[in-house]
């Protein structure tokens, strides 16, 4: 990373050699590197009141899911999980591939998600393979536009409820780009 490039997490100034095909700083760098990308989780992480991440196992579980409350899904895997006990799934057929377009269903996701009512005690739950990249990267994507925050401080925020998130490299830069469409959304209002 040289002078005029800024990390694609932190949106730091700061240099240093890029050690990965996007631009990083040395703290965000160091924080890629010790996560658990080949060791990912598999159990549900709570995210806020009525949004929860995790890999497939959880999806096909309606025990679980009703004792989370959970009603609607958000499905990212390029087939399908049979989810027997929900209705309302938002499916998104993408593969965990650096060249994937993510970005084009940031909006729809953000939608689905923004629809579900805590008075009607509806929760929804966004999953991928591994609950570590792709489903990570739509719950980020959805954080930001929600709070109006940095891309660094949201990708902190959740990996500081589920330690083995790490988007890969091409959903990173599609969230830094959605990240100046989310601070503009919040400036105007």
Not at 18 to 44: N, V, Y
Not at 125 to 150: D, E
Request: charged fraction near 20%; include cysteine; hydrophobic fraction near 40%.
């Amino acid at each position: 990373m040289d002078a005029s490039t800024t990390c694609t997490i932190c949106d730091c100034q700061a240099s240093a050699p890029q050690i990965t095909t996007i631009p990083l700083c040395p703290a965000c760098a160091k924080s890629l590197s010790a996560s658990k990308c080949c060791d990912p989780k598999s159990d549900l992480t709570a995210v806020e009141d009525g949004l929860f991440l995790s890999g497939r196992q959880v999806a096909s579980q309606p025990e679980l899911l009703a004792v989370h409350g959970i009603t609607h899904i958000v499905s990212v895997l390029p087939g399908g999980v049979e989810m027997p006990s929900v209705k309302n799934c938002l499916r998104i057929k993408v593969q965990d591939l650096p060249t994937e377009d993510l970005a084009s269903h940031f909006e729809d996701v953000f939608r689905f998600i923004s629809s579900i009512s805590a008075e009607k005690h509806e929760a929804v739950l966004v999953h991928c393979g591994a609950g570590v990249s792709r489903s990570a990267a739509l719950v980020v994507a959805y954080l930001m536009r929600k709070h109006g925050w940095k891309l660094g401080k949201t990708y902190e925020f959740l990996r500081g409820k589920r330690p083995a998130v790490c988007p890969n490299s091409g959903f990173l830069l599609q969230l830094r780009k959605y990240e100046a469409v989310c601070l503009a959304s919040v400036s105007k209002s």
